[in-house]
């Protein structure tokens, strides 16, 4: 079945200095119809510039974007202006971490999903209000008629989430972009609101490519994972998969530095550095050997591909298969090796 949307080599070039440097670098990925998949990896790996490329929000002025968008079979990278708007809070609607910078403070919430209404659907008047009632509603808020005269500044943080959710969904969206949707919220609001993007998932039928950092949200949410570092894919994977047989080395860092409720602190693996700055990174070697400078030169590949190891499951580089924590140096039993 023909995927909903397709990324294919889509990378997203910022301007430095006057050189141009890609922060997405040929990414690679499709998103079928009602699937959810996820991409994690640290801040700074290229998460929203992907994420922004798809919506076309980037700022042309100092930003490039090349490779292949299609959605619904249409490619998205040649659309005019006026047609990515009709699209944008329509077929593909966006659902940002914090929800205060979303929404307009000098508008009242019903003003503001009525104004997504007017610019989406046919609803005139007082179909308007009645439609924006149901959607407060929809999205487990009491009250819809109160609520309509409110103020964002008015409302909690999970209340606010629930109305940037009201207004992404005012046209039945395809594709629902989340971006760290429940990182500006306290942990019990956070289970609610991805509750809701669950129930909403459902009722529309959509599918939602769910940007995160939290390995906890994606167990939740995803059918497939895309692991980002340094702007490339590193391991793609059913959820199932993933969890299972982590391969890829930093997916392995991932899910060692992940604290657990029976993990003692003492046994927490930290990533050891950071992300390399884009800008300067060397793009024929695997971008995250210095991380682990344990392993030996030949462990990787030069330009490593992203290549399936079982199907459905993708990793790049050679090192994931002699890949081992720097604490188990020398202990052979421990050793990841591959099947
Ligand atoms: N408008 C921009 N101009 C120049 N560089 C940018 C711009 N936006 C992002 N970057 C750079 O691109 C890289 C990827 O940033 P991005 O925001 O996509 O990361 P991220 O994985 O989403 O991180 P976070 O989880 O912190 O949001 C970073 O090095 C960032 O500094």
């Known amino acids: 079945m023909e995927p909903l949307i397709e990324l294919k080599q889509l990378s997203t070039l910022f301007n430095s200095a006057g050189d141009y440097y890609a922060a997405v670098d040929e990414v690679s990925l499709s998103i079928g119809n009602n699937e959810t998949v996820a991409i994690v990896g640290e801040s700074g790996c ?3 510039a992907l994420a922004l490329a798809i919506m076309g929000l980037h700022d ?34 966006l659902v940002f ?5 979303a929404l307009n403070p000098l508008m009242t919430v019903g003003q ?6 007017q610019l989406h659907t046919k609803l005139t008047g007082e179909a308007i209000k009645q439609r924006v009632y149901q959607l407060l509603e929809q999205v487990g808020l009491p009250q819809p008629q109160r609520l309509y005269q409110q103020y964002p500044h008015e409302l909690s943080g999970g209340m ?23 990182t500006a919220l306290d942990v019990t609001i956070q289970a609610q609101i991805l509750t809701l993007l669950q129930t909403i998932k459902a009722d529309y039928q959509s599918s939602v490519l769910l940007i995160t950092h939290d390995l906890g949200v ?10 980002m570092y340094a702007g490339q894919i590193v391991e793609l994977a059913t959820v199932d998969a993933l969890f299972k047989t982590p391969h890829h080395p930093y997916t392995r860092s991932l899910f060692a530095s992940m604290p657990q409720f029976n993990t003692p602190q003492s046994q927490l693996r930290v990533i050891e550095g950071a992300v390399p700055s884009l800008a300067a ?45 720097r604490e188990e140096e020398g202990n052979a039993d421990v050793i990841h090796t591959a099947q």
């Open 60 to 93: 042309e002025r100092t930003t490039r974007i090349t490779g292949e968008i299609s959605f619904q079979g249409e490619p998205l990278l040649q659309q005019s202006l006026a047609q990515l708007n009709r699209l944008r809070g329509d077929a593909i609607s």
């Open 97 to 101: 971490q914090d929800p205060l910078t």
């Open 112 to 117: 503001q999903i009525a104004e997504n209404l």
């Open 160 to 182: 606010r989430q629930r109305v940037v959710i009201a207004i992404a969904i005012v046209n039945n969206p395809a594709l629902i972009i989340a971006d760290e949707p429940t």
């Open 281 to 325: 990174v060397d793009r024929q070697a695997c971008r995250f050997a210095p991380r682990i400078p344990w392993l030996p030169a030949h462990a990787h590949e030069s330009n490593p591909p992203l290549r399936e190891v079982s199907p459905g499951h993708y990793v790049r580089c050679t090192c994931w298969r002699t890949f081992h924590f």
């Open 218 to 227: 994606v167990a939740e949410m995803a059918d497939r994972v895309a692991v």
């Open 46 to 48: 290229g998460k929203s």
